[in-house]
């Protein structure tokens, strides 16, 4: 995804794990959001500095290793950084991270601002007990609506279900919940496992299996 001035959305493939980290831009108020931020913090500080944005807070999916190694080292450089999660996965965040005063547990369907841009909170777990997606509507500066999936939905995929506190019925439930945003719905997805970078959810529902499942037991069944 190119990186465009007054685009609201910049998309960074970080790491080894082909992570997608996002920064959220309000170019009006020039605050900015990080979502899922990875240890390699470099080309995301440079772009923050190169247009003159001020990082105000951390959107975490959830907490795997590969979606919070940059939450420290960002914390470092800037403490008061707000911090939002969902509660059931903060028994993954360190205690420092924990205890830092900007930190907020996540509500379902709650509104969230990155400057004057509105953002709503949707628990989608399955892949981890507390995933959230975080979606953008059309709004001024935002011609499109965005959905970022952390690791619920990959392109033409869905995430693992077989960790600790994942789930298929939980994972079928949040598969449902999107399939209710609207078609035009750009998805912002966790990894760069497809050879896209983004999707809709219009193109998920025609060509994703996750999508097509009609039960838990099909969706269980998939390879």
Not at 1 to 14: A, D, R, S, T, W
Not at 24 to 34: N, R
Not at 142 to 158: A, E, H, K, Q
Request: net charge negative; glycine share 6%.
């Amino acid at each position: 995804m190119e990186k465009l001035v007054n685009q609201p959305v910049f998309q960074y493939e970080i790491g080894d794990f082909k992570n997608f980290v996002y920064l959220i831009l309000d170019w009006e108020s020039k605050k900015a959001a990080v979502v899922d931020p990875q240890k390699n913090l470099e080309p995301i500080l440079s772009d923050l500095e190169k247009y003159d944005f001020e990082l105000v807070s951390i959107l975490l999916t959830h907490t795997h290793h590969d979606h919070i190694a940059g939450v420290g080292p960002l914390l470092a450089l800037k403490p008061n950084l707000s911090i939002r999660v969902g509660e059931k996965d903060l028994h993954r965040l360190s205690d420092t991270i924990r205890n830092v005063s900007g930190l907020e547990i996540l509500k379902d369907a709650e509104s969230l601002h990155v400057g004057g841009l509105k953002l709503s909170a949707h628990h989608t777990p399955g892949h981890s007990a507390g995933e959230y997606c975080y979606f953008m509507d059309r709004q001024v500066g935002v011609s499109s609506p965005y959905l970022f999936t952390g690791d619920t939905i990959f392109i033409r995929d869905c995430g693992r279900t077989d960790f600790p506190d994942g789930s298929n019925d939980e994972m079928f439930q949040s598969i449902q919940k999107i399939k209710k945003f609207p078609l035009e719905t750009i998805l912002m997805v966790g990894h760069h496992y497809a050879p896209e970078t983004i999707t809709t959810l219009e193109q998920e529902l025609k060509s994703s299996p996750p999508f097509q499942c009609q039960s838990v037991q099909e969706l269980a069944e998939l390879p």
